[in-house]
């Protein structure tokens, strides 16, 4: 019902629970009236209509999804119901397991599922339809939508003024490439214009800051946010936190002024992923990809003759296959280089004047014989590379080369963002946290906070003298070889506890799925010590590890530095 007005929507679909029918009559008092709820009990049982009717369409969506699923396994006859089976595992001299086993089938789970679904489907709409009856709760629950319905618009203006405060920057940002490309200088109009956009900014800001204050919006902002997170997680790609926000519109605003950007950082930073992203999203278009290699040459790059197949005369022909960076010019693609350090320093060179041209330039392609192409627009080159460190074997990048690249450092994400998208990874649709215990949450705080702190001792911004491997009277730092706690190692965490139902305490999948996994022992020992800090672990023994080096007096010592 498009351009309604909040209370408009609340009264129909107040209306529509007004038709609901009942399986069994509603209860009524002596005299044939329905009975009235009581005044302190209306707003009560108004928000239990409300909650009713969300479980009423999660139930509706389940029905049918298992029905398909049913469907689609040619499932035809309903076998046992659990309670039958359950009646037969009674009689345990009697049972027949060959019978059972013939009519249990790995359907099983969700047909049984289905009926449960059904027999609460009909009791809901019975309670609705009782409820509804009342004209005090129904009219209190019309308030309640009408409440609930205003505060999502301002939570959607909020989202809408977030994207017009990005539109703004990425309109001075094409500006000044505009100015850039013609090699002008900045005109007085642009500079007026350039104020304008400044103020519209500002007002932005203050209106977002004014719907905010008004703490339902403020928590339906985060729960869409949350919402959101969960969406980007499913498919599989970057989140866009405040952070990863920031560093997207500064990289856009260098490559819409035709300057490459190079990304730095350490390992599970999520560099590639970042630019992966930018990519598919802002430029609509899957990358021409190059992967840095010591045996790397130009024909990776720029591309080389192929022999073809026979021709209709019997000659053999050959073609010139075109390499990524030829390919991202003629199409109008991005190109990623991906660990640029890793190239030969000769190739790199080469590569100096590929960064140079721009988009409608024409350049030529030796390697084909001097063709030349024409630049389209969406061509555009990023990179990443390793932070030079004893950690990592590159390429020492010579000066003259940076010089011509937009260079940033792509940090680890800040331990807030991190728990924001475990909490959407936990989330239902309608963002309630799925968690069987309720100090699953506090658990989840603390790997963040882990994640945070094993990430800058392994990047070098923090050094502990305690650690295993550490020197205190020689004040050196202990380290991380090759172990760093990745977003991507923490949503193997989290996928593995969701897919085993959460049967084991959270401290089990951070053993099995990464502490396990380290190729160092020395690394296994140290990460085991940083999350007894975090008061994990509790309660273990060092057979329980099985990691060389780790003995149970040594595990001890972890376990008191709580």
């Given at each position: 019902?498009?351009?309604?007005?909040?209370?408009?929507?609340?009264?129909?679909?107040?209306?529509?629970?007004?038709?609901?029918?009942?399986?069994?009559p509603?209860h009524?008092?002596a005299?044939?009236k329905a009975?009235k709820?009581?005044?302190l009990?209306?707003?009560?049982?108004?928000?239990?209509?409300?909650?009713l009717?969300?479980?009423?369409?999660?139930?509706?969506?389940?029905?049918?999804s298992?029905r398909?699923?049913?469907?689609?396994g040619?499932?035809?006859?309903?076998?046992?119901?659990?309670?039958?089976?359950?009646?037969?595992?009674?009689?345990s001299?009697?049972v027949?397991?060959?019978?059972l086993?013939?009519?249990?089938?790995?359907?099983?789970?969700?047909?049984?599922s289905l009926?449960?679904a059904?027999?609460?489907?009909?009791?809901?709409?019975?309670k609705?339809a009782e409820?509804?009856?009342n004209?005090?709760?129904?009219?209190?629950y019309?308030?309640?939508i009408?409440?609930?319905?205003d505060?999502i618009?301002?939570a959607?203006?909020?989202?809408?003024?977030?994207q017009f405060?990005q539109?703004?920057d990425?309109?001075?940002?094409?500006?000044?490439?505009?100015r850039n490309n013609?090699?002008?200088k900045?005109?007085?109009?642009?500079n007026k214009?350039?104020?304008r956009?400044?103020?519209?900014?500002e007002?932005t800001?203050?209106?977002?800051?004014?719907m905010?204050s008004?703490?339902?919006?403020?928590?339906?902002v985060?729960?869409r946010?949350?919402?959101?997170?969960?969406?980007?997680?499913?498919?599989?790609?970057?989140v866009?936190t405040?952070?990863?926000?920031?560093?997207?519109?500064?990289?856009?605003?260098?490559?819409?002024?035709?300057?490459?950007?190079?990304?730095r950082?350490?390992?599970?930073?999520g560099?590639?992923?970042?630019?992966?992203?930018?990519?598919?999203?802002?430029?609509?278009?899957?990358?021409?990809?190059?992967?840095?290699?010591?045996?790397?040459t130009?024909?990776?790059?720029?591309?080389?003759?192929?022999i073809?197949?026979?021709?209709k005369?019997?000659h053999?022909e050959?073609?010139?296959?075109?390499?990524?960076?030829?390919?991202?010019?003629?199409?109008?693609?991005p190109?990623i280089?991906?660990?640029?350090d890793?190239?030969?320093?000769?190739?790199?060179?080469?590569?100096?004047?590929?960064l140079?041209?721009k988009?409608?330039?024409?350049?030529?392609?030796?390697?084909?014989?001097?063709?030349?192409?024409?630049i389209?627009?969406?061509?555009c080159?990023?990179a990443?590379?390793?932070?030079?460190?004893?950690?990592?074997?590159?390429?020492?990048l010579?000066?003259?080369?940076?010089s011509r690249?937009?260079?940033?450092?792509?940090?680890?994400?800040p331990a807030?963002?991190?728990?924001?998208?475990?909490?959407a990874?936990?989330i239902?649709?309608?963002a309630?946290?799925?968690?069987?215990?309720?100090?699953?949450?506090?658990?989840?705080?603390?790997?963040?906070q882990?994640?945070?702190?094993?990430?800058?001792i392994?990047s070098?911004?923090?050094?502990?003298?305690?650690?295993?491997?550490?020197?205190?009277?020689r004040?050196?730092?202990a380290?991380?070889?090759?172990?760093?706690?990745?977003?991507?190692?923490?949503?193997?965490?989290?996928?593995?506890w969701?897919?085993?139902n959460?049967d084991?305490?959270?401290?089990?999948y951070?053993y099995?799925e990464?502490?396990?996994k380290?190729?160092?022992?020395?690394?296994a020992?140290?990460?085991?010590?940083?999350?007894?800090?975090?008061r994990?672990?509790?309660?273990w023994?060092?057979?329980?590890?099985?990691?060389?080096?780790?003995?149970?007096?040594?595990?001890?010592?972890?376990q008191?530095?709580?």
């Open positions: 019902m498009p351009n309604k007005s909040s209370a408009e929507l609340a009264g129909y679909m107040s209306s529509r629970l007004a038709r609901e029918k009942t399986s069994k509603v009524e008092k005299g044939g009975e709820a009581s005044p009990g209306v707003e009560e049982r108004a928000r239990e209509l409300v909650d009717t969300l479980e009423k369409e999660d139930l509706i969506n389940q029905i049918g298992d398909r699923s049913l469907e689609k040619g499932r035809k006859e309903k076998s046992s119901s659990a309670n039958d089976i359950l009646a037969m595992l009674d009689e001299e009697n027949d397991f060959r019978k086993n013939k009519d249990f089938t790995s359907d099983q789970g969700i047909e049984y009926a449960e059904e027999e609460r489907l009909s009791a809901i709409k019975n609705i409820l509804a009856a004209k005090q709760v129904l009219d209190e019309q308030k309640v009408k409440e609930k319905i505060v618009k301002l959607r203006q909020v989202e809408a003024a977030g405060a539109n703004i990425l309109a001075m940002s094409k500006l000044l490439a505009h013609e090699d002008v900045l005109t007085k109009a642009d214009v350039a104020g956009l400044t103020q519209m900014k007002k800001s203050q209106a977002t800051e004014q905010m008004i703490e339902a919006v403020y928590l339906e985060n729960r946010t949350l919402l959101d997170y969960r969406a980007q997680l499913a498919k599989g790609g970057i866009e405040p952070s990863v926000k920031q560093e997207i519109s500064q990289i856009l605003g260098h490559l819409q002024i035709g300057i490459p950007v190079f990304l950082g350490h390992l599970g930073a560099k590639t992923e970042l630019l992966l992203h930018i990519s598919r999203k802002y430029y609509g278009s899957e990358p021409e990809f190059i992967s840095g290699s010591e045996e790397a130009k024909y990776d790059i720029y591309g080389k003759t192929q073809g197949t026979q021709s005369k019997g053999v050959s073609f010139f296959q075109y390499g990524p960076l030829v390919r991202a010019k003629k199409e109008g693609k190109l280089i991906d660990e640029i890793g190239i030969p320093h000769s190739i790199l060179m080469r590569l100096s004047h590929a140079t041209r988009v409608g330039d024409k350049v030529k392609i030796q390697e084909n014989g001097g063709e030349e192409i024409e389209k627009p969406g061509f080159v990023m990443t590379g390793n932070i030079k460190s004893a950690k990592y074997k590159r390429e020492e010579d000066a003259a080369f940076l690249w937009w260079s940033s450092e792509k940090k680890y994400l807030n963002e991190t728990l924001q998208i475990v909490v990874s936990l239902d649709k309608r309630n946290l799925e968690l069987p215990r309720p100090q699953d949450f506090d658990s989840w705080r603390r790997v963040a882990a994640a945070e702190e094993i990430q800058k392994f070098g911004e923090k050094s502990d003298v305690k650690g295993y491997g550490g020197d205190a009277v004040n050196i730092g380290n991380l070889e090759k172990s760093t706690l990745s977003m991507r190692d923490l949503w193997n965490i989290i996928k593995t969701k897919a085993n959460f084991k305490q959270l401290d089990d951070i099995s990464f502490i396990k380290a190729t160092v022992p020395k690394d020992i140290y990460l085991t010590q940083i999350f007894c800090r975090f994990f672990f509790t309660g023994t060092a057979d329980k590890f099985g990691i060389p080096g780790l003995s149970d007096d040594k595990l001890k010592a972890f008191a530095e709580i």
